[in-house]
């Protein structure tokens, strides 16, 4: 695959699990597990499934850096891999199943170059499908990355630097399961050519799962399934399904639908009293098939009139409203209202030095950008307690993260982090977190090089007839009892992010193209109505944010600019009250109030600057001796200006043009190998080319020769004699011989 052995191992790790495998890609190494309960998990109306990714450090042959030295909760990127294996094998576990199973994935060893995204989920799919647990698979995935115009499968982590795509698909040996992807505003074609080449090798891999369970696989069990009998589902729909209908067919808001399906529900409800009391019949059967005629009722008048709950057609958005600046004070807000949808998206510019570092297997990872989505219990309201991010709202974080990401310029020196606040939810709070933080970016004044909106897609399908419906825009109830949740993210000329879920068995391609066609014209319509509130982003960047200016210095000037212990940039810093970041490729970031950042810049600049032959530099005077004076031009650089040099007539005295403390100005006529810098104030008297400088200098350097006056080795020595300037013995002798020269 991709170049590389994929070796796919049973039999030696991890026993008394039910289902185990190792999967060693290069030197990339994942343990999988599965184990099912042996007892039913009774009174539960959803399947028991858990999946955990387990970040080990030894695996990069690391130390984690907390205080106890060792793994503590899962980060946000093993939660986000946790939800990637999920997704794809939840669909295939039997109907009605209620034991409790559990897929541990453990990072056992990592070569930083192959990515572990589609490794994760062919190792749960394989640990399933050699053990003994009810499981309709197997399943593979695949990552198509695109780079110079070709499509890499299964791309390296150096790779994917310059990849424009970062796809991963999940699916079985007949379709498409589940999507992942991030891109630089991809064309609906390629996104279309990559799904059909994960695909194609996806079968590579279920070739050889196939082979491995024939070879060790385990009898699969037969579960105890809990799902509503015929006899209960016939009552309920004929206690309710006219019911249901009447009341779908009002076009009603989530609020009064609800309140209106909650009152028919408690009819049913009253029906099997008695017999729920005396235990003929669970209550969890009785609202299962509630939510059965519900779904039938539903999906089986989008299928045949193409009308939904809230009486759109299937292409119609619901209404948008669209506000930015709500806030004072922030740097930029922005709120996105669709239908019953709000959101409000604030954005927060900060320094180099704000940006996350990650403590993961691939060291020296920082973020610069940021998206955090909050899912509060009364933007449905609910009260129920509020315990930090769950596992949903890191995982939409992560999506909006990546919708918005290819459209911040790389040369922004800000650390951006934005904070989505789901005020009312009714579907597709995501995507309108991502519209959301399209607009508080602009309000903020962020140079972003395209808007970007999102919408999410659903598919009604009925598996027998093939007919099927494609929902633009859904809402809550077509996505808890819909076959899709397809989220799209993009510009005008692209695809920016997508996540695909599905609850069938998979999805053939000509729905998928035309599930993107659908998205593409309904997200345009939806960046439309956001364009004609703010067009671009503001001229000019919040005045509440910081100012940011930089510029790139050598790396060689790096340990310089710090100084001894930080000297040097905490001396900067202090003096004109801004603050100094300075990356390893030679990259500095000031951030502070405007002129003072530029002042700082400035001298950045100027300590950091290499000496230029031919450039005029200011100084101060600071030694003066009898054949020249020594002036330091910037930081650390002294330089020599023989007496000869020092004016535009003949000086008998140094002292008598440069006295120790005096400005200077002179150009620089030579630097020598070993770095000394010879100086003519002359020169910029005169107004001498360097050339013509230069050749004064070594005519008057000839002349003194010829008069037995000191060489240039002989000046330079003297200036190495430092040590005994404090004796003033070889100061008077040096004295006295100048004086009988003059003489």
Same mark, same amino acid.
């Given at each position: 695959?991709?170049?590389?052995?994929?070796?796919?191992?049973?039999?030696?790790?991890?026993?008394?699990?039910?289902?185990?495998?190792?999967?060693?890609?290069?030197?990339?190494?994942?343990?999988?597990?599965?184990?099912?309960?042996?007892?039913?998990?009774?009174?539960?109306?959803?399947?028991?499934? @858990?999946?955990?990714?387990?970040?080990?450090?030894?695996?990069?042959?690391?130390?984690?850096?907390?205080?106890?030295?060792?793994?503590?909760?899962?980060?946000?990127?093993?939660?986000?891999?946790?939800?990637l294996?999920?997704?794809?094998?939840?669909?295939?576990f039997?109907?009605?199943?209620?034991?409790?199973?559990?897929?541990?994935?453990?990072?056992?060893?990592?070569?930083?170059?192959?990515?572990?995204?589609?490794?994760?989920?062919?190792?749960?799919?394989?640990?399933?499908?050699?053990s003994?647990?009810?499981?309709?698979?197997?399943?593979?995935?695949?990552?198509?990355?695109?780079?110079?115009?070709?499509?890499?499968?299964?791309?390296?982590?150096?790779?994917?630097?310059h990849?424009s795509?970062?796809?991963?698909?999940?699916g079985?040996?007949?379709?498409?399961?589940?999507?992942?992807?991030?891109?630089?505003?991809?064309?609906?074609?390629?996104?279309?050519?990559?799904?059909?080449?994960?695909?194609?090798?996806?079968?590579?891999?279920?070739?050889?799962?196939?082979?491995?369970?024939?070879?060790?696989?385990?009898?699969?069990?037969?579960?105890?399934?809990?799902?509503?009998?015929?006899e209960?589902?016939?009552?309920?729909?004929?206690?309710?399904?006219?019911?249901?209908?009447? @009341?779908?067919?009002?076009?009603?808001?989530?609020?009064?639908?609800?309140?209106?399906?909650?009152?028919?529900?408690?009819?049913?409800?009253?029906?099997?009293?008695?017999?729920?009391?005396?235990?003929?019949?669970?209550?969890?059967?009785?609202?299962?098939?509630?939510?059965?005629?519900?779904?039938?009722?539903?999906?089986?008048?989008?299928?045949?009139?193409?009308?939904?709950?809230?009486?759109?057609?299937?292409?119609?958005?619901?209404?948008?409203?669209?506000?930015?600046?709500?806030?004072?004070?922030?740097?930029?807000?922005?709120?996105?209202?669709?239908g019953?949808?709000?959101?409000?998206?604030?954005?927060?510019?900060?320094?180099? #030095?704000?940006?996350?570092?990650?403590?993961?297997?691939?060291p020296?990872?920082?973020k610069?950008?940021?998206?955090?989505?909050?899912?509060?219990?009364?933007?449905?309201?609910?009260?129920?307690?509020?315990?930090?991010?769950?596992?949903?709202?890191?995982?939409h974080?992560?999506?909006a993260?990546?919708?918005?990401l290819?459209?911040?310029?790389?040369?922004?020196?800000?650390?951006?982090?934005?904070?989505?606040?789901?005020l009312?939810?009714?579907?597709? @709070?995501?995507m309108?977190?991502?519209?959301?933080?399209?607009?508080?970016?602009?309000?903020?004044?962020?140079?972003?090089?395209?808007p970007?909106?999102?919408?999410?897609?659903?598919l009604?399908?009925?598996?027998? @007839?093939?007919?099927?419906?494609?929902?633009?825009?859904?809402?809550?109830?077509?996505?808890?009892?819909?076959?899709?949740?397809?989220?799209? #993210?993009?510009?005008?000329?692209?695809?920016?992010?997508?996540?695909?879920?599905?609850?069938?068995?998979?999805?053939?391609?000509?729905?998928?193209?035309?599930?993107?066609?659908?998205a593409?014209?309904?997200?345009?319509?939806?960046l439309?109505?956001?364009?004609?509130?703010?067009?671009?982003?503001?001229?000019?960047?919040?005045?509440?944010?910081?100012?940011?200016?930089?510029?790139?210095?050598?790396?060689?000037?790096?340990?310089?600019?710090?100084?001894?212990?930080?000297?040097?940039?905490?001396?900067?810093?202090?003096?004109?009250?801004?603050?100094?970041?300075?990356?390893?490729?030679?990259?500095?970031?000031?951030?502070?109030?405007?002129?003072?950042?530029?002042?700082?810049?400035?001298?950045?600049?100027r300590?950091?600057?290499?000496?230029?032959?031919?450039?005029?530099?200011?100084?101060?005077?600071?030694?003066?001796e009898?054949?020249?004076?020594?002036?330091?031009?910037?930081?650390?650089?002294?330089?020599?200006v023989?007496?000869?040099?020092?004016?535009?007539?003949?000086?008998?005295?140094?002292?008598?043009?440069?006295?120790l403390?005096?400005?200077?100005?002179?150009?620089?006529?030579d630097?020598?190998?070993?770095?000394?810098?010879?100086?003519?104030?002359?020169a910029?008297?005169?107004?001498?080319?360097?050339?013509?400088?230069?050749?004064?200098?070594?005519?008057?350097?000839?002349?003194?020769?010829?008069?037995?006056?000191?060489?240039?080795?002989?000046?330079?020595?003297?200036?190495?004699?430092?040590?005994?300037?404090?004796?003033?013995?070889?100061?008077?002798?040096?004295?006295?011989?100048?004086?009988?020269?003059?003489?």
């Amino acid at each position: 695959m991709g170049g590389r052995t994929l070796a796919i191992e049973a039999g030696l790790l991890a026993p008394q699990a039910d289902g185990a495998v190792t999967v060693r890609y290069g030197d990339t190494v994942l343990l999988a597990t599965a184990v099912m309960s042996k007892e039913v998990r009774s009174g539960l109306n959803f399947f028991p499934l @858990t999946v955990e990714f387990e970040e080990r450090l030894y695996a990069a042959g690391r130390i984690p850096g907390s205080f106890f030295r060792r793994e503590g909760k899962p980060s946000d990127q093993a939660i986000l891999m946790s939800r990637l294996v999920d997704r794809p094998l939840r669909p295939l576990f039997p109907k009605g199943m209620r034991n409790e199973v559990q897929v541990i994935i453990t990072a056992m060893a990592t070569d930083g170059q192959n990515l572990m995204d589609p490794l994760a989920i062919i190792a749960a799919s394989a640990a399933l499908h050699v053990s003994d647990i009810p499981w309709n698979g197997p399943i593979a995935a695949t990552t198509i990355g695109f780079v110079d115009g070709e499509f890499i499968v299964n791309p390296t982590a150096t790779q994917m630097e310059h990849s424009s795509l970062n796809l991963v698909a999940a699916g079985t040996e007949d379709n498409i399961l589940m999507v992942e992807a991030g891109a630089h505003e991809m064309p609906e074609d390629l996104v279309l050519e990559a799904l059909k080449l994960a695909h194609e090798n996806n079968q590579i891999v279920i070739k050889a799962i196939h082979e491995l369970r024939a070879a060790l696989g385990k009898p699969k069990v037969e579960p105890s399934i809990f799902l509503p009998s015929p006899e209960v589902e016939e009552e309920v729909a004929n206690i309710a399904a006219d019911k249901i209908t009447a @009341t779908l067919e009002q076009g009603l808001g989530k609020v009064e639908l609800n309140n209106a399906l909650d009152a028919i529900k408690a009819e049913v409800k009253a029906a099997f009293a008695e017999r729920v009391t005396d235990g003929s019949v669970s209550e969890v059967e009785v609202d299962d098939a509630f939510e059965s005629v519900l779904k039938n009722a539903m999906r089986r008048r989008i299928l045949e009139k193409g009308i939904r709950p809230d009486g759109r057609t299937t292409t119609q958005i619901r209404p948008i409203s669209v506000q930015v600046g709500n806030l004072p004070r922030v740097h930029g807000s922005g709120l996105f209202m669709r239908g019953e949808t709000h959101v409000l998206t604030i954005a927060t510019l900060g320094t180099p #030095a704000d940006a996350q570092r990650l403590d993961s297997l691939l060291p020296g990872e920082e973020k610069r950008y940021m998206h955090h989505y909050n899912f509060p219990p009364y933007s449905t309201g609910e009260a129920t307690p509020m315990r930090g991010p769950k596992r949903r709202e890191i995982g939409h974080g992560a999506l909006a993260e990546r919708a918005l990401l290819p459209v911040i310029p790389e040369d922004f020196p800000y650390t951006l982090r934005l904070v989505s606040e789901v005020l009312s939810s009714n579907g597709s @709070t995501s995507m309108g977190s991502v519209c959301g933080s399209t607009l508080a970016l602009m309000d903020a004044g962020v140079p972003i090089t395209a808007p970007v909106s999102g919408i999410a897609m659903g598919l009604i399908q009925d598996m027998e @007839t093939g007919q099927y419906q494609i929902l633009s825009d859904i809402q809550g109830m077509e996505d808890a009892l819909g076959d899709m949740d397809f989220k799209v #993210a993009g510009t005008e000329h692209g695809i920016t992010a997508l996540q695909m879920d599905l609850k069938i068995k998979g999805l053939d391609f000509e729905i998928l193209r035309r599930a993107l066609e659908q998205a593409r014209e309904g997200r345009l319509y939806i960046l439309s109505k956001m364009l004609e509130v703010l067009p671009a982003p503001r001229p000019t960047l919040s005045a509440y944010a910081p100012r940011i200016l930089s510029c790139h210095i050598s790396s060689e000037k790096i340990g310089k600019l710090i100084g001894p212990g930080g000297k040097t940039v905490r001396s900067l810093q202090e003096q004109f009250g801004v603050k100094i970041d300075i990356e390893e490729d030679g990259t500095v970031y000031i951030s502070g109030e405007g002129f003072n950042a530029e002042q700082a810049l400035v001298e950045v600049q100027r300590l950091t600057e290499d000496i230029e032959i031919g450039k005029i530099y200011t100084g101060t005077v600071v030694r003066v001796e009898p054949y020249g004076a020594f002036v330091n031009i910037m930081p650390g650089v002294d330089g020599m200006v023989h007496i000869s040099q020092l004016a535009d007539y003949r000086v008998d005295k140094v002292e008598d043009v440069a006295k120790l403390g005096d400005e200077l100005t002179a150009m620089v006529i030579d630097v020598d190998p070993g770095g000394k810098v010879r100086l003519s104030r002359q020169a910029v008297l005169e107004g001498w080319t360097v050339e013509e400088a230069r050749s004064r200098d070594r005519s008057t350097r000839s002349r003194s020769s010829e008069r037995g006056e000191r060489s240039e080795r002989g000046e330079r020595s003297e200036r190495g004699e430092r040590g005994e300037r404090g004796n003033g013995r070889s100061s008077d002798r040096r004295e006295q011989r100048g004086g009988s020269r003059r003489r």
